[in-house]
Every structure is written in structure tokens, then in C-alpha cells.
């Protein structure tokens, strides 16, 4: 017996985002220098995120009956955070690995820290 | 809860538990402390989706709120340890 349409469309949202999960965390762990390993995380962070709160979305309204729209503030609100915490983690990396005078990083500007 | 999505709720949570073990690896390993600052946001954020994905097991609101203080939670946490390896200092 077939399962109804929306449980195989849930069903097909979050094994995808548990695939991107993986993928994610094997970047974070085997990718070889920190500036690499800092995009593997994204993946979770804006399609996994997306395809989880997709299948929340698409799971209430069926129950309910109606457009179930509030899981959409997760989205929001990782689409808000994740630049910037991603950015000012990258400035502090940058800066501690000149501290350690590490070559394999560019030299600040002239007139900037 | 049929059984179809129950299994596909239990694979999905397994696949999130591997995701984090890898980071927790990552975590452990380190080299350097921005590499666990890395690692302890994407924790937060499997732990999030992972939330997420309890809401649905459970058919329950409650868990989805859970996840969006897991979100603010986690950002203010990496803004405080990105902040402290820049300056030595979270609060200046």
C-alpha cells in the first residue's frame, strides 16, 4: 500500500537534509586548511535548514488543514546569523593566523589592522 | 504516524547523529581554537534541525520553538567566542 503524498514528500525533504548533514560534517572534518573547512557548515546552514523547515511546512498544513507558514522564522533567522557570525569567525581566523605568522594567509593592508 | 515516515524520522535522526559525530570529531581535534568555534556552531545547528525534525515525530510545537532559541542561542555564542579570539576580550 502506498503511503499518502504528502508522507513520501516529508519523507524524501528530510532524508535529503540529513544527507546535506553528512556531507557537511565530512567537508568539516576532512577538508584540509580552516578557510576550507569553514564552507563545509553552509551546507547544513541554508539547505538543510530550508529542506527541513519544507517538509515542518508542508507536514502541519496537511494535519491542520491550513498554511502552517511559522516554521519559516527558523529560515529568517539562520539567513540573518549565519553571515555574520561566518564572517566575523573569518576576520578572527585571519587574524590569528598572522599573529602565528603563518605565510600561507595574505599580509593586512596599509592603514588597516 | 505511519510507519513509512517513522522510519524515514528514524533514518533522517541517524543521519544527524553521524553529521554530529563528525563535528564532535572536529571538535575534539581541534587544531586551533577557531576550528572548534567552527565546529561547536555547526553542532548548534544539526542540533537545530534536529530539533526540527522532533517536531514532526511528536507533532508538537513546542520542539520548533526549541530550535529557534537554539538558533539565536548558538549565534550569540559565536559571536562571543569569535569576538574573544579577535580581542582577547567578549566585552570590551
Known sequence: MMPPWHEIVVAALLLASG????????????????????????LATTLGAWLVTLATIVHFST????????TWLVIVVLAITAPVSAMLLARAALFRHRQAGDDAVPPALRGHP | MSPFLSVAITATLLLYLAAMALGLVRLLRGPRAQDRVLAQDFLYTVGLLLMLVLSIRYDSEMYYEGALLMALFGFVGTLAMAKFLLRGEAIE
Open chain 1, 19 to 42: 544527507g546535506l548533514a553528512v556531507v557537511a560534517g565530512l567537508g568539516l572534518l576532512r577538508l584540509p586548511d580552516f578557510f576550507q573547512r569553514m564552507h563545509a557548515p553552509a
Open chain 1, 63 to 70: 494535519r491542520e488543514g491550513s498554511l502552517a507558514l511559522h
